[in-house]
Each structure stands twice: as structure tokens, then as C-alpha cells.
């Protein structure tokens, strides 16, 4: 039995050896870089990168939350007709009183950019529409950017294909290619409208790819400009690498990288499981029960009745059986009285009468110690007449 055990901790330290070298020499550790999304407010403003790009390019940008009475406040206290207006939506239409407003301050001199969204009731005003086609994301992948001339720079951008505006009315300048139309400029009155199939060139993902941030610049620069206000509204969609990505659970993070390790240390279970379930040789007999004896368990109940203060009922029937056995050994000395019969037994052992008469008589005992002599008076003196009467 003791060599099968010598003979499994070898296999198991033997199979620990070959796996601890297996992973030395098919695993090094290196360093890699993990994409984690945006941080801090790039989090939660999907056109942050846009706005610093045209600061830093010197044009004074102002970014604000559309909500109910943002319209008013811009339009009315914070741009002047010679700023520009960037209106992003997600979903949200304007009202009446609203478009109104918008169109009022463009066609007194704003410039005013906006983002097509299906549906759009300000768009039908200049009776646009904006169609979807039905590209899946590795079409839109291999169509290369829109590329056209502006300005005599010839520039690339990567509108989605996805999207095509179609208008009524002529613009005087439009950016199409042979998939659709991505953005329609007009002149308004003394102002300027520009409308966009989709603004996902100048999100926080693709600002920097190809001309986009350019194309921004030119777009704002249509004229001179003293200031550009970006209004978007509170849920407009943020990037996917922006989304708040979930923390993997623990055995997921362990699987990803160190799936070697949780095989190792199954297997291992596994041998350890197996080496355990083994059993060589037969049981073992129960050892038998020790037995007590007699003398423990009255040991034990007289240390039960003392600690319950009931050592009076011990000691008065330990008297009984004495004056019993006086009474069949010595018949004339039950009758006598209780100093003349510790006379008589203090004759026939070797205790005095007085500690007899004590035994015999005392009902107040209140130590231990003379309780337990008590006790061994009456019982030697219970074997002396059990000696006579044989």
C-alpha cells in the first residue's frame, strides 16, 4: 500500500515536471496593446475630435445640448448671422416654432449645416428626401471613399454609401459620385443651407482618416465665419469603440490568457480525483468499544447528584442499606439508640463513634470532603458486617 502511493506521487510530480516545462518552452511573456474605447468626455461626445480639430485650426467652436429651449437661446443671444450652425439629431424632429426660427435666422445671413435623418419634416421644406440602399458592412467596405474637388483641392471622404439625398430644386453645388448624392448646397436668401446624407465622417473614429477633418474645414469656411455652434441633442449615437464595452467575467479574462494553465490545473484535478478514488487492500476493522467500568458510572452519578445539591438522597440510602445490614447481622442493636449503636460499631472497626454517629445522623453536610468521608464510613463498615454474617 505505501509503495502504490510512492508510485502515484511520481506520476503526478512527474506530470507536473513535463507541464511546467511544456509551458516554459511554448510561452513567453509580451507586452500588448488593447483597445479600451474612448476615456473621459471623448466617452460621451462622439464629435469631441472634430470640435478640437477646428479650435486648433483657430476657428472658435461652442457646443451645446439641444433641448427644448436651446433653439431660442442660440439663436437669439449666442450667434450672430455671420456664425455657423451645425444642427447633429438622433431621432429628434424639431417643431414648427423651431424650424421656423432656424430658417429665419439662415435666411437672414446664418449658415446653416444639417444632418439628413429619415422623415425630417425641416428637409421637406425644400421638399428633400433622403433614401437608404442596402450595402452590408463588407459592400461598404470595399467602395473607396467619395472623392471629388473642392476648391481646387482634390479631396476623399467617407460618406456612407448607404445614403442618397434626392432634391427638387436645383442646388447651385452638390458631392455625388455613381452611388447617390452625400451633401446639396444652397443659397438661401442672404444665407447658406447645407444639408448631409449622414455625419459619420467627422465622428470621433474617422475625423482622421483620408480628408475628412479637411473637408470640415472647407464645409464651416464656406464663408467667413466668426464662430461655429455644434447643437446636437442628448442621445446622439456615440461611436461603437466609444460604447461601453462590459468587463468580462473571471473564467472568460482566465480562458483568454491562461488557457494552458486552467487545462493543466484540470488535468491535474482530475489525476488527484482518480488517485484518491483508489483503494488498495481491505478496510480495517473498527476498534471495539472501550467498556466502562461500574464503578465510573456510579463515580459519575454521585458527581451528578452533589452538583445538583442532592447528596442528602445518596447519603440517606447508603444509611438504609447499613442499618439493614446491622439488622440481619446484629438484631438487639437496631433498637438502640443512635450514640449507643456508634458505640457498638466503633467496637467492631476501626473508625470512633463519633465519626460513625456523624455519618449516621448528620443531615447538614456541606463539603465535599465530609460528605465523601461520610460516605466511606458507612460503606467500610457495611463490608465489616457483611465479613461477620459470612
Same mark, same amino acid.
Not at 98 to 112: E, I, K
Not at 191 to 203: E, N, R, V
Not at 326 to 338: A, F, T
Given at each position: 500500500?505505501?509503495?502504490?502511493?510512492?508510485?502515484?506521487?511520481? &506520476?503526478?510530480?512527474?506530470?507536473?515536471?513535463?507541464?511546467?516545462?511544456?509551458?516554459?518552452?511554448?510561452?513567453?511573456?509580451?507586452?500588448?496593446?488593447?483597445?479600451?474605447?474612448?476615456?473621459?468626455?471623448?466617452?460621451?461626445?462622439?464629435?469631441?475630435?472634430?470640435?478640437?480639430?477646428?479650435?486648433?485650426?483657430?476657428?472658435?467652436?461652442?457646443?451645446?445640448?439641444?433641448?427644448?429651449?436651446?433653439?431660442?437661446?442660440?439663436?437669439?443671444?449666442?450667434?450672430?448671422?455671420?456664425?455657423?450652425? &451645425?444642427?447633429?439629431?438622433?431621432?429628434?424632429?424639431?417643431?414648427?416654432?423651431?424650424?421656423?426660427?432656424?430658417?429665419?435666422?439662415?435666411?437672414?445671413?446664418?449658415?446653416?449645416?444639417?444632418?439628413?435623418?429619415?422623415?425630417?419634416?425641416?428637409?421637406?421644406?425644400?421638399?428633400?428626401?433622403?433614401?437608404?440602399?442596402?450595402?452590408?458592412?463588407?459592400?461598404?467596405?470595399?467602395?473607396?471613399?467619395?472623392?471629388?474637388?473642392?476648391?481646387?483641392?482634390?479631396?476623399?471622404?467617407?460618406?456612407?454609401?448607404?445614403?442618397?439625398?434626392?432634391?427638387?430644386?436645383?442646388?447651385?453645388?452638390?458631392?455625388?459620385?455613381?452611388?447617390?448624392?452625400?451633401?446639396?448646397?444652397?443659397?438661401?436668401?442672404?444665407?447658406?443651407?447645407?444639408?448631409?446624407?449622414?455625419?459619420?465622417?467627422?465622428?470621433?473614429?474617422?475625423?482622421?482618416?483620408?480628408?475628412?477633418?479637411?473637408?470640415?474645414?472647407?464645409?464651416?469656411?464656406?464663408?467667413?465665419?466668426?464662430?461655429?455652434?455644434?447643437?446636437?441633442?442628448?442621445?446622439?449615437?456615440?461611436?461603437?469603440?466609444?460604447?461601453?464595452?462590459?468587463?468580462?467575467?473571471?473564467?472568460?479574462?482566465?480562458?483568454?490568457?491562461?488557457?494552458?494553465?486552467?487545462?493543466?490545473?484540470?488535468?491535474?484535478?482530475?489525476?488527484?480525483?482518480?488517485? &484518491?478514488?483508489?483503494?488498495?487492500?481491505?478496510?480495517?476493522?473498527?476498534?471495539?468499544?472501550?467498556?466502562?467500568?461500574?464503578?465510573?458510572?456510579?463515580?459519575?452519578?454521585?458527581?451528578?447528584?452533589?452538583?445538583?445539591?442532592?447528596?442528602?438522597?445518596?447519603?440517606?440510602?447508603?444509611?438504609?442499606?447499613?442499618?439493614?445490614?446491622?439488622?440481619?447481622?446484629?438484631?438487639?442493636? &437496631?433498637?438502640?439508640?443512635?450514640?449507643?449503636?456508634?458505640?457498638?460499631?466503633?467496637?467492631?472497626?476501626?473508625?470512633?463513634?463519633?465519626?460513625?454517629?456523624?455519618?449516621?445522623?448528620?443531615?447538614?453536610?456541606?463539603?465535599?470532603?465530609?460528605?465523601?468521608?461520610?460516605?466511606?464510613?458507612?460503606?467500610?463498615?457495611?463490608?465489616?458486617?457483611?465479613?461477620?454474617?459470612?
Amino acid at each position: 500500500m505505501k509503495h502504490s502511493h510512492i508510485i502515484i506521487s511520481f &506520476i503526478i510530480i512527474s506530470i507536473l515536471v513535463l507541464i511546467v516545462s511544456w509551458f516554459y518552452n511554448n510561452f513567453k511573456y509580451v507586452s500588448e496593446t488593447v483597445e479600451v474605447g474612448y476615456q473621459g468626455e471623448a466617452r460621451e461626445n462622439p464629435i469631441l475630435a472634430a470640435e478640437r480639430f477646428l479650435e486648433r485650426m483657430g476657428t472658435h467652436v461652442r457646443s451645446y445640448i439641444l433641448n427644448d429651449d436651446m433653439i431660442w437661446d442660440v439663436l437669439e443671444h449666442l450667434l450672430i448671422l455671420e456664425d455657423t450652425l &451645425i444642427l447633429l439629431r438622433n431621432g429628434l424632429h424639431l417643431t414648427e416654432d423651431q424650424q421656423s426660427s432656424l430658417l429665419r435666422w439662415t435666411q437672414a445671413g446664418g449658415h446653416l449645416i444639417i444632418a439628413a435623418q429619415p422623415n425630417d419634416a425641416l428637409l421637406k421644406k425644400f421638399r428633400i428626401t433622403l433614401s437608404k440602399k442596402n450595402f452590408n458592412a463588407n459592400q461598404i467596405d470595399q467602395i473607396s471613399p467619395i472623392a471629388f474637388n473642392w476648391q481646387g483641392y482634390p479631396l476623399q471622404v467617407t460618406f456612407n454609401p448607404n445614403y442618397d439625398l434626392q432634391s427638387f430644386y436645383t442646388p447651385y453645388r452638390k458631392i455625388s459620385d455613381k452611388f447617390g448624392t452625400y451633401a446639396i448646397f444652397y443659397h438661401f436668401s442672404q444665407g447658406y443651407i447645407t444639408i448631409l446624407s449622414d455625419w459619420a465622417f467627422i465622428k470621433n473614429n474617422q475625423i482622421g482618416e483620408y480628408d475628412n477633418a479637411q473637408f470640415l474645414w472647407h464645409l464651416v469656411n464656406l464663408r467667413s465665419t466668426r464662430q461655429v455652434a455644434l447643437l446636437r441633442n442628448q442621445n446622439l449615437e456615440t461611436d461603437s469603440t466609444d460604447s461601453k464595452t462590459e468587463m468580462p467575467s473571471l473564467w472568460q479574462l482566465l480562458w483568454t490568457n491562461m488557457s494552458a494553465i486552467v487545462i493543466s490545473a484540470i488535468l491535474l484535478l482530475l489525476f488527484w480525483l482518480w488517485a &484518491i478514488s483508489r483503494r488498495f487492500g481491505c478496510l480495517l476493522p473498527d476498534p471495539p468499544r472501550a467498556r466502562r467500568r461500574l464503578l465510573e458510572h456510579i463515580e459519575a452519578s454521585g458527581q451528578f447528584l452533589w452538583r445538583q445539591e442532592q447528596a442528602v438522597i445518596l447519603l440517606t440510602t447508603t444509611r438504609k442499606v447499613l442499618l439493614k445490614r446491622i439488622e440481619s447481622v446484629y438484631p438487639d442493636w &437496631i433498637r438502640l439508640s443512635p450514640r449507643k449503636l456508634s458505640q457498638k460499631l466503633a467496637q467492631i472497626s476501626d473508625f470512633s463513634a463519633a465519626d460513625i454517629e456523624t455519618a449516621l445522623q448528620e443531615t447538614t453536610i456541606k463539603t465535599e470532603i465530609a460528605f465523601t468521608r461520610a460516605i466511606q464510613v458507612l460503606t467500610q463498615i457495611g463490608k465489616i458486617l457483611i465479613t461477620k454474617k459470612n
